[in-house]
C-alpha cells in the first residue's frame, strides 16, 4: 500500500483528500505547514507529496525545493495560480505534475495513480549507468551526472530529460512524449520547449554540442540517446 503525504494548511482540504484515498486504497499522513512536511519526509518513506503552495511558514516552492534535497519522492503541487508561468516554475523546482483548485478530488487521485505509475517504472531501470568507458555517467540514486569523472550542474528538468532517454538507449522519443515524462502531461506551453533544454544540456554534456555524441536529433520526429 503506497502512502501519500498531504500538505495543506486548510484542515478541511486536508481532510477531503485524505478520504478520496482512502477511499482508492492508499494510506496517508498530513502535515498543515511547510516545516512540518520536510521534518515528515525525513522520518519516513513517502511514495507521493501533495503539496499546497501557499503555506503559512514556507512557500510550497521553498518545501519543494527542500524535499529535492532529500529525496527523488513524486511531488503534486496544488495550487490557486492557473497562470502557465507558475506552472513551469512549479515544474522546474522538480514537481511531477500541477493541479489548480478548486479541484476534482477523484482528478487528484486520477493523476496520483498517474505520476506514480510513471515513476514506479522508472525506478525498477538501473541506479547507476555509464557510457564510454565512464565518459558519461549517471547516478540516479544522489541524482548527480558526471561527465568524465566530474559532476556537472544540470537544472531538475535536464537531469529528468537526460535519465529519461539514457534508461532507455536507442529509443526515439517524440517532444510529446518528453513533455509528458519530464514536464507532465498537465504542462501548458510551447512543445519547442524541450529543444532548449536539448540544447542546454548538450551543452553540459556533449564534447561537441554541434555534433552531439549522445543526445541526437531524429528529423521531423524527436530525439534518441545513443550512447553504449
Given at each position: 500500500m503506497k502512502t501519500v503525504l498531504v500538505v495543506d494548511?486548510?484542515?478541511k482540504?486536508?481532510?477531503v483528500i485524505v478520504s478520496y484515498l482512502h477511499r482508492a486504497g492508499y494510506r496517508t499522513a498530513?502535515?498543515?505547514t511547510g516545516l512540518e512536511a520536510i521534518h515528515i519526509i525525513e522520518q519516513q518513506n513517502m511514495n507521493m507529496v501533495v503539496l499546497d503552495l501557499m503555506l503559512p511558514d514556507l512557500s510550497g516552492e521553498e518545501v519543494c525545493r527542500s524535499v529535492r534535497k532529500?529525496?527523488?519522492v513524486p511531488i503534486i503541487m496544488l495550487t490557486a495560480k492557473s497562470s502557465a508561468s507558475s506552472k513551469i516554475n512549479g515544474l522546474t523546482l522538480g514537481a511531477d505534475d500541477y493541479i489548480v483548485k478548486p479541484f476534482d478530488p477523484n482528478e487528484l487521485v486520477a493523476r496520483i495513480r498517474t505520476v506514480l505509475r510513471r515513476t514506479e517504472g522508472e525506478s525498477l531501470l538501473a541506479d547507476?549507468?555509464?557510457f564510454d568507458n565512464d565518459a558519461l555517467t549517471l547516478d540516479a540514486v544522489q541524482h548527480k551526472v558526471y561527465v568524465h569523472q566530474s559532476e556537472i550542474g544540470l537544472t531538475p528538468n535536464e537531469y529528468k530529460l537526460l535519465l529519461v532517454m539514457a534508461r532507455h538507449p536507442q529509443r526515439m522519443f517524440t517532444r510529446e512524449e518528453l513533455i509528458e515524462?519530464?514536464?507532465g502531461f498537465d504542462y501548458v506551453g510551447d512543445e519547442r520547449t524541450i529543444d532548449q533544454h536539448i540544447k542546454n544540456l548538450r551543452q553540459k554534456v556533449e564534447a561537441d554540442p554541434k555534433k552531439p555524441r549522445y543526445i541526437v536529433t531524429v528529423f521531423g520526429?524527436?530525439?534518441r540517446f545513443q550512447g553504449s
Open positions: 494548511d486548510e484542515a482540504i486536508r481532510e498530513e502535515a498543515g532529500l529525496s527523488s547507476r549507468m555509464s515524462k519530464v514536464l520526429k524527436g530525439y
